[in-house]
């Protein structure tokens, strides 16, 4: 939890011409993209279409081969900001606020300030009252939430979030993305990846359409959605594109 820092002026989030190649395999072929403040920016594509190396590179996880990626005009480092969550998070054997707190000194939060920030964040998240909890026992959906919770610890304006329902019921799910919305409405850009069409109708406002690691289509989810302007981007949404 030390990658969030910096508060402000993470963001844009350019990518410029940027390769990944494992070993000599081409998983992404010249991204070029930006993440502006706003709305979610949801990737979609079909299974190994290169969503999470494309987050990976996005938060400084990854280095690119060849090409750059810059945070607000600055280089990438592993401790640029960006709160992130993924699939399967691991709770601390402590209790919920215990969870929080971990990511508040891990992010140099003032201790003064620790025990009204783990309330502030528990709120966010719909875990007000759970703060004695041990995390463990919380149900996979409120562990996803707590994830939510510490990421945020840091102030984070950005928030990366891969497959992050991938393992929730439809109700757990639900109630994750009212929590994505609220973090969202304060400001705080979400570029997440979903292989679920519904989720991303329901939290783009722009769309990112990734196809054997190249962007195929870009733009407001409205217009996608609604009449997209690639034929990549008609079978995605007619369940087609497969590969
Ligand atoms: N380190 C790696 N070595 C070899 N292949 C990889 C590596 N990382 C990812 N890949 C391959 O790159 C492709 C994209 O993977 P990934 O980014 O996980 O896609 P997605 O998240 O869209 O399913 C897949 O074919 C995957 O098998
Ligand atoms: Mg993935």
Known sequence: MK???????DLPI???DVSYNANTIPILDRINLVFEAGPPTVL????GSGKTTLLRIAMGLLTPSTGQV?????GVHLTAGGGFVFQRPTMLRRSVGGNIRYAL?????PRALHDSRIRELLTLVGLAGLAERPARRLSGGEQQHLALARALAGNSRVLFLDEPTASLDPAATKAFEDVIQNIAAQGIKVVMSTHDLG???RLAGE?????RGQVVETGAALVF???PLTLEGRKFLAGDLLL
């Open 70 to 74: 810059t945070w607000g005009g600055r």
């Open 207 to 211: 769309v990112v359409l990734l196809h």
């Open 3 to 9: 990658h969030t820092r910096s508060p402000h002026s």
């Open 44 to 47: 979609i594509g079909p299974n």
């Open 199 to 201: 989720e991303a109708r």
């Open 105 to 109: 000194k891990a992010a140099s939060v």
């Open 14 to 16: 350019r990518f410029e």
């Open 225 to 227: 959605f609604m009449s």
